[in-house]
């Protein structure tokens, strides 16, 4: 169907970057019924561009583009529906719909739908890879990628290689930075060799995948394994899958920044000495349904640490996912996640949620040395591995900071490192801007 007037400027408009001029033109093309027009007003108002971020308005218009056959609100509105932004939340209908829009063929979907299979144990690897080759052909850059990934793990070379390379010649980073790792592997020559073969994406038929229902639920976590007492600080390995640690990586690439820290006197970032890394903190408007899966497979780490804790303690409990970045020489060095009590007082938008009672430190590649996370007061020294989770205490039952909740993320000698965190809080409400959320 040939575009209207508004939608094509636009979408003129959006790719320029003038918002503003973008949701006007949007508006006028939804005022006159298109539901493409829709659609894009929707994402604008979930990303806040050229209007005030409103989760409501999203919701709404998203919907209505949904249910006038817009392929690409299907996973939005699944999104929203399984967040619970601008709606009550709804996970049953935001994976029937997510599998909905994946049988209409929208690549996305199919990606997301195959993860979600992936991320839920062995038993969903076979409908994972038929998912994801429909993706890939559909020109999905993460699902070439992770088809890739799954062929190497198998001793595939020559069909991942290739299908490595055309991910990481989409600029996709995760792909980009296994591709150099491949290349000390298996040496400089074969990995040109290989690399100059045709792509292949799998042609598997997805109709049987795609009539497998998605799991409602996250898979238990791997037993965690206690390392000191004092603050509960336990490790758990292989949390996440290798892909599901690429996914939120190239999530978080395009908005990296450099770190802040927390003013101890009044809780506003700071710059500081102390903390050299990069950092995305991703707001839930910039998430999708799988990455909210992935954090809620983090967070079930907690177990019985919380009572009625792990999956019961909602993501509206933590702050927004930050995802940092050290390179060759950045650290953290020693430092208290907990608020200080003179912060907690000074801000009452941070007093909202009260404290940090807990952290969870998820290691999402492990291609580095050095960078370990220490607890000096404690004498131990944890080294990344992939998917692996570290969950610790910041707080007392009354608050105050523990004293032995002091770490550090240490300097990084070769390679990189990426990480991402967790932070739970005592209440509900550090996860939106004020007033944002669901209808009244």
Known sequence: MKASPPLRAGLDALRAGRFREAFDAFRQGAEANDPEAW?????????????????????????????????????????????????????????????????????????????????????????????????????DGFALHALAVLHLEAGERKRGLPLLVAAARQGLLPARQRLRLLQKEYGAEETRTLALLTPEPDTDDPGPALAVPPPVGVPPPPPAALLAEAIGLRRAEAVLHPLECDYLLALAAPFLRPAETADPQSGRPLATPLRTSLAANLHPSQEDLLALRIEEKILSVLGDEIPGGGASIALGHCEPLAVLHYAPGQEYRPHFDAYSPNALRADPALARSGQRTHTLLTYLNDACSGGGTSFPRLGLRIAPATGSVVLFRNSTREGEPLAEALHAGEPVATGEKWLATLWVREREGARLPAGAGRPS
Do not use: C, I, M
Request: glycine fraction near 14%; hydrophobic fraction near 45%; charged fraction near 20%.
């Open 39 to 139: 659609a894009y007003l929707g994402l604008l108002y979930l990303r806040g561009l050229g209007a005030a971020y409103d989760p409501t308005q999203a919701f709404l218009w998203t919907e209505k583009a949904e249910r006038a056959g817009v392929a690409h609100a299907g996973l939005t509105l699944a999104t929203l529906l399984y967040g619970g932004q601008g709606t009550e939340p709804d996970r049953e209908r935001a994976l029937e719909l997510l599998r909905t829009t994946a049988v209409r063929g929208h690549a996305p979907a199919l990606r997301v739908l195959g993860l979600l299979h992936l991320g839920h144990g062995p038993q969903g690897r076979e409908p994972a890879r038929a998912l994801l080759a429909a993706a890939a052909r559909g020109g």
